[in-house]
Nanobody
Framework: QVQLVESGGGLVHPGGSLTLSCAAS????????MGWYRQAPGDQRELVAT???????NYGGSVEGRFTISRGDAKNTVNLQMSRLEPEDTAVYLC???????????????????WGRGTLVTVST
């Protein structure tokens, strides 16, 4: 079973920086899209940033110019560098991936969407 594990959340002061990492594991043939969403209490889940095959990136409007998504040095990992953090960035950050995975016993593949459990980022004095 494909799994995503996030790391790097925590408490940071306004204006500070933090880097999140996400690692995918399991039966992975390829990763089509990988990235981050976030959800604050009482709010809907919103796009933070994604990176697709070919390294095209997509950012949510509220973070563009402050956050940078990139592939990690390890295979099947992605990092999110967050700078100039604001209290409004406080949320649970969830790693997301669309992964091509083998269907056991068939020799065929299917695409699945996978979510991590999330890591809390708190921006506060």
């Amino acid at each position: 079973q494909v799994q995503l594990v996030e790391s790097g959340g925590g408490l940071v002061h306004p204006g500070g920086s933090l880097t999140l990492s996400c690692a995918a594991s399991g039966p992975i043939f390829s990763i089509n899209t990988m990235g981050w969403y976030r959800q604050a209490p009482g709010d809907q889940r919103e796009l933070v940033a994604t990176i697709v095959r070919g390294d095209d990136t997509n950012y949510g409007g509220s973070v563009e110019g402050r956050f940078t998504i990139s592939r990690g040095d390890a295979k099947n990992t992605v990092n999110l560098q967050m700078s100039r953090l604001e209290p409004e960035d406080t949320a649970v950050y969830l790693c997301y991936a669309e992964i091509r995975t083998p269907i056991p016993g068939t020799g065929m593949y299917t695409n699945v969407e996978v979510w991590g459990r999330g890591t809390l980022v708190t921006v506060s004095t």
